[in-house]
């Protein structure tokens, strides 16, 4: 099984911070966006297939090309604690090139300025060989990736980077 964490304060309260992460658009954003070299040029889409899209049960359909290779699996919220906690991970027969499935844990805390956010990923590889290879070379890294992209565009969104940096760019 493979890991990745992701501990990072962002300088809002933990009700702001939960709002923008428990939203799938803006955690998973990195997938769908622009075509990264995280992605080898790929780029994914995603629909809610819940009836809810927040809360124990709220399912999400990622689908789309990696390397000209097929993506195509659903993710489940499992464990919702508003403000505080959510817990998801892949349903069967994932269609993931370096991952045969993976739970995603997001747990956050008060501080002082703010809020603490614990961000993880445990993961399996592909069973087949050249999975496997694969996901031995571009697993940790790419998980690693996502939960760095995820956070610190959190940061900067809820800290008002974004628009002061937006704004600098317009006036210069």
Known sequence: MGYAQRVIEIKASPQKVFAHMDDI?????HMEGKR????MG???????VSSHSTGVGATYHWYGK??????????TVT????NKQKVWSTLEDAKIIIMSSYE???NLTPTEN???VNFEIYYELPSSIFGKLLGRLLAQW??????????????????GRLEQISYQTLTI
């Open 25 to 29: 658009r803006n955690v998973g954003w």
């Open 36 to 39: 990264t070299m995280p992605m």
């Open 42 to 48: 790929g780029k994914l889409h995603h629909e809610l």
């Open 66 to 75: 990696v390397m000209k290779m097929t993506i195509d699996f659903k993710e």
């Open 79 to 82: 464990k919702w604690v508003e």
């Open 104 to 106: 995603m844990r997001l």
């Open 114 to 116: 703010g809020t603490k």
């Open 142 to 159: 790419y998980a690693e990736w996502c939960l760095r992209r995820a956070c610190e565009d959190a940061k900067e969104t809820l800290e």
